[in-house]
């Protein structure tokens, strides 16, 4: 069924080439009008963040083609007791586009980068699917910039063979044919967009028409295509850094969500076993994006750990 719905996309790309949107910063954050938008020049390319609170940083990074909004619960309690930055990496929200190449090392220059540019020296990293991979792979390029890790259902080294859903390895079964990938994605509608959703949550009530909404402007903005075909295409050269992965020394928490269909709790499992004294939390009534689905289990976690 998945796989029809994503060729029914591709055959309906001639209608659908001309329906991108510009990218159009907002001036105010919806889902929480306290928060204040704020964008920051690195390498040319500016990129949307906002921040909250005192004291020691910590910073939130979301997954592949997602942005700030999947922190909305919990920016407010982490930033009772520390600094926190959420930020839209490069390629993503209401960050630029540039037609660069999006590869590892792309994104954890990019989030070095953003350290650098906002004055942060060292901060614990917080990072959910594509942004827990970009948060480890962080610890094992410049371990120095990372105080502690909090991977949630985080991306492993071997991406392509360990995901698990249908729509994504719809896209891994075709990956080798010149164009389909790309088409694929450039056909994203807003069905596909919500069955892509529907797959990150156990509570599909939780993917209300404004959810929906919110994650479909964001995938339709000019150039999000490019960028997601390139991370795809690129999401193999992790495996380099796997030998690296089990010299992480960074405290680290892994939470999972029990009932993942993207990574299953195995995947994570396998995770937490290469560093060693890390923890592992399993969320049973929750998917890819317990953060999210269940916020009143995993924000007291964080907070607990982050405290020893």
Request: charged residues 20%; glycine residues 6%.
């Amino acid at each position: 069924m998945v796989r029809f719905r994503w060729i029914v996309s591709v055959l309906l790309m001639p209608f659908l080439w001309g329906c991108s949107i510009p990218l159009v910063r907002p001036t105010r954050i919806d889902w929480n009008p306290s928060l204040s938008p704020q964008t920051i020049q690195i390498n040319g390319h500016t990129i949307f963040y906002t921040v909250k609170g005192e004291g020691k940083p910590l910073i939130l990074i979301h997954g592949y083609g997602a942005g700030i909004w999947v922190w909305e619960k919990q920016i407010e309690v982490l930033s009772q007791s520390y600094r926190v930055y959420a930020l839209d990496v490069i390629g993503h929200g209401f960050s630029d586009r540039p037609k660069i190449p999006y590869n590892s090392e792309t994104y954890v220059h990019f989030l070095r980068d953003f350290m650098d540019g906002v004055g942060i020296e060292k901060a614990t990293l917080i990072g959910n699917s594509m942004g827990g991979g970009i948060a480890w792979a962080m610890a094992i390029l410049f371990p120095e910039r990372v105080d502690r890790l909090v991977l949630i259902n985080s991306v492993p080294p071997d991406v392509l063979n360990q995901v698990k859903n249908e729509s994504f390895r719809t896209l891994v079964a075709i990956k080798d044919i010149p164009l389909l990938p790309y088409l694929v994605i450039a056909g994203r509608s807003k069905s596909s967009i919500r069955w892509i959703l529907l797959e990150c949550v156990s509570d599909i009530k939780l993917i209300t028409p404004e959810v929906l909404n919110r994650q479909y402007q964001l995938s339709k903005i000019k150039g999000t295509t490019w960028v997601l075909y390139s991370t795809f295409k690129h999401a193999e050269e992790a495996l380099k850094l796997k030998d690296q992965f089990s010299l992480i020394h960074h405290p680290t928490l892994f939470v999972w969500g029990e009932r993942d269909l993207i990574f299953p709790p195995c995947v994570g499992e396998t995770l937490h076993q290469a560093i060693t004294g890390s923890r592992f939390l399993r969320i049973e009534k929750s998917g890819h994006i317990p953060m999210w689905e269940t916020p009143e289990e995993v924000n007291p976690a964080i907070l607990d750990f982050l405290k020893d």
